[in-house]
Nanobody, 114 residues
Framework: VQLVESGGGLVQAGGSLRLVCAAS????????WGWYRQAPGKSRELVAG???????NYADSVKGRFTISRDNAKSTVDLQMNSLKPEDTAVYYC?????????WGQGTQVTVSS
């Protein structure tokens, strides 16, 4: 299984970005899709997740601004990020947790300027 993120970049505060995670390979028993982020000097944290059969969850810091969605036909998971803040600056990673293992993408940089 391979996960590839795209859509990162530089944006001004208040702007929007849409991250896309494209999955390839033999994917079975999906339990959870998630977007995580890691800022310099900080631990990696969950931003948003889709749990199979249980809906979505978000970090308090992004509720009302970010939306995670999944397209089963395209095997993609998107993260729509609106009203971006400088504190959202980080490398964003896609994660897939399945019955066969946990997989991570290589990350995409998001930089929000003030």
């Amino acid at each position: 299984v391979q996960l590839v993120e795209s859509g990162g970049g530089l944006v001004q505060a208040g702007g929007s970005l849409r991250l896309v995670c494209a999955a390839s390979g033999m994917i079975y028993g999906i339990r959870e899709w998630g977007w995580y982020r890691q800022a310099p000097g900080k631990s990696r944290e969950l931003v948003a997740g889709i749990i199979s059969g249980a809906g979505t969850n978000y970090a308090d810091s992004v509720k009302g601004r970010f939306t995670i969605s999944r397209d089963n036909a395209k095997s993609t998971v998107d993260l729509q990020m609106n009203s971006l803040k400088p504190e959202d600056t980080a490398v964003y990673y896609c994660r897939l947790r399945s019955t066969r293992g946990t997989y991570w993408g290589q990350g995409t940089q998001v930089t929000v300027s003030s």
